[in-house]
């Protein structure tokens, strides 16, 4: 651990540098605020060659921060988020909050476990990932539907994104991924037009069973669970559900998965709640991550073409879980 005065001092980004260069950590923690660059465009933490986590510390107390719908002040987003993600830090939860103290006496921080555990394992998973060759890295690729269409009408916003072209950058990525020598499978790659076939233009699949669902689901938080079901009613009357199963689409081609985020919720009033963070969930969309962590075992998970389904989540008190408590 180190305890610095500021990143932006030369000689304390030199010391930090030379500790990193010794150390060789497999994940770097960073809690110090702003961008860590220098105005030369270096970085001290980045000399490690490894994921840096930038740990969340608002100014605000935890009832403060549960209150807000923002979650985090504008100039804790500015200092804690923005500007380290610009630096290509890794965003984490809340891992203390500001504790009132009486007046005359410096103010105390009270940590908060929910975020110490969601960090502390995604830093674990990181370091991991690190250890793993190409060969035996399990990917998952996530291709966006928005604003569009649902299983039973047209879908032409699959993959959308403005100035992207999701299709052919998914192609390039697998011959990509190929070459530096993951597991594609074994036959010829699709190329965009037989990508946008399979993932946007062909009936969903079964992917997971209702057993199997309900098995996966009561290892979730029960509090959250009860919100889908209240939200949502039983899982078999998800309309994704067809005999028995969760329908879906998505695609396997050895140990990478390509798939289509499903709905977070009914198809006709999609565009109205998409970005609504005060509702949960439903049961298929639940069901997807379920399925793209215990059935597939993903070691990591990639969102191409993604627009912010989750818009500020990650400073946010949700009342129900992101996909953090969903992840891979």
């Not at 605020?33 to 608002?58: D, K, W, Y």
């Not at 994704?240 to 695609?251: K, M, N, P, S």
């Not at 075992?297 to 953090?324: E, I, K, S, Y």
Request: proline content about 10%.
């Amino acid at each position: 651990m180190l305890f610095v005065t500021s990143l932006k001092d030369p000689a304390v980004a030199s010391g930090v540098a030379d500790a990193l260069r010794n150390f060789q950590p497999d994940s770097v923690l960073n809690a110090t605020l702003f961008s860590s660059r220098t105005p030369q465009g270096h970085s001290p933490l980045a000399v490690a060659g490894a994921p840096i986590l930038q740990l969340l510390q608002p100014g605000a107390t935890q009832e403060v921060w549960a209150r807000s719908p923002r979650g985090l002040s504008r100039s804790d987003l500015a200092m804690q988020a923005v500007l380290p993600e610009l630096d290509g830090s890794i965003a984490t939860l809340p891992i203390s909050f500001r504790q009132d103290a009486p007046p005359g006496l410096p103010a105390a921080r009270t940590p908060y476990l929910p975020g110490i555990r969601h960090t502390v394992a995604r830093a674990l998973a990181w370091a991991r990932l690190r250890h793993l060759a190409p060969e035996q890295k399990r990917v998952g690729i996530i291709l966006s539907d928005y604003p569009g269409a649902g299983l039973a009408r047209e879908t032409g916003h699959v993959a959308h994104a403005v100035g992207l072209d999701g299709f052919a950058s998914l192609a390039s990525i697998l011959a990509l991924l190929r070459a530096e020598g993951y597991q594609t499978g074994p036959a010829p790659l699709p190329d965009a037009q037989t990508l946008t076939t399979l993932l946007a233009q062909t009936a969903p699949r079964p992917l997971i069973s209702l057993p199997t669902y309900h098995a996966l689901a009561a290892e979730l938080d029960a509090g959250f669970m009860a919100s889908v079901t209240q939200a949502w009613g039983a899982p078999e009357q998800d309309p994704c559900v067809q005999e028995g199963a969760f329908h879906l689409r998505a695609l396997e081609l050895g140990h990478l998965t390509l798939a289509v985020q499903p709905d977070r919720g009914r198809q006709a009033d999609r565009k109205a709640r998409y970005h609504d963070p005060d509702i949960p969930p439903c049961h298929a969309y639940v069901a997807f991550y379920l399925w793209l962590r215990s059935v597939r075992r993903l070691d990591a998970l990639v969102h191409l073409a993604r627009m912010a389904r989750w818009n500020g989540c990650r400073a946010r008190p949700q009342p129900f879980p992101p996909p953090a408590r969903l992840r891979c």
